[in-house]
């Protein structure tokens, strides 16, 4: 079993619409939950980071984490053309640096 | 955010030599700088993990000896892939890990290597 899982798509969406990209995760030391976007041939840019459970909301992208269910969620209202890109997951536990990566979801907002 | 860049952008070399890429934090000290290998349409690959001042860490599968690593300052990490070959074309992508504040990983925009 992979440390972290991730629906690798593609997931088309029209613009406009509402997005949840979700990760799952098996080791419970995971304690800082980040959310990258990458775009083609460009290097990963962090969207948001999240420390334990709990939500954090940037505008029109909200991250949630549950850690009782290991479960993290990325949300994206109000969807534009601009946000199509990879969305890849990443965690680490307290005193870690090293980052564990989902696959990455390929989203496509349809104008 | 905090920026962290590549050199160069992109290269293309012949099977045989060696290449060096660069990354840089401009704007903070990192003690540790990570380095990433991704094939397309594929996550991130954890090649290594690089500390200032002493060796790097690499991962299991990955040639010390092909990825050379050295993190000689605060702000400057190399990765140095000798005698290159077609199998060694990849996306490279650095980040350095920036302690002060909320401890987040910052990448660069990555380097692509094509060896003919």
């Known amino acids: 079993q992979k440390e972290v899982e991730q629906d690798p798509g593609p997931l088309s969406v029209p613009e406009g619409a509402i997005v949840s990209l979700n990760c799952t995760y098996s080791?419970?030391?995971?304690?800082?939950f980040m959310w990258y976007r990458q775009y083609s041939r460009k290097g990963p840019e962090l969207l948001m980071y999240?420390?334990?459970?709990g939500n954090k909301e940037d505008g029109r992208f909200t991250a949630q984490v549950d850690k009782s269910s290991k479960y993290i969620s990325l949300f994206i209202r109000d969807s534009q053309p601009s946000d199509s890109a990879t969305y890849l997951c990443a965690m680490r536990g307290t005193g870690a640096n090293n980052l564990f990566f989902g696959t990455g979801t390929r989203l496509t907002v349809i104008p | 955010g905090a920026v962290v860049s590549q050199h160069p952008s992109r290269v293309i070399c012949k099977s045989g030599t060696s290449v060096k890429i660069e990354c840089r934090s401009l704007d903070f000290q990192a003690t540790t700088m990570f380095w990433y290998r991704q094939f397309p349409k594929k996550s991130l690959m954890l090649m290594a993990t690089?500390?200032?001042?002493?060796?790097?860490?690499?991962e299991q599968g990955v040639e010390k000896d092909k990825f050379l690593i050295n993190h000689a300052s605060l702000t400057l990490s190399t990765l140095t892939v000798t005698s290159a070959h077609p199998e060694d074309s990849s996306f490279y992508i650095c980040?350095?890990?920036?302690?002060?504040?909320?401890?987040?990983?910052?990448f660069g925009p990555g380097t692509r290597l094509t060896v003919l």
């Open positions: 999240t420390y334990s459970s």
């Open positions: 690089s500390n200032e001042g002493s060796k790097a860490t690499y």
């Open positions: 980040s350095a890990f920036r302690t002060s504040g909320s401890n987040e990983q910052f």
């Open positions: 080791n419970s030391a995971f304690q800082y």
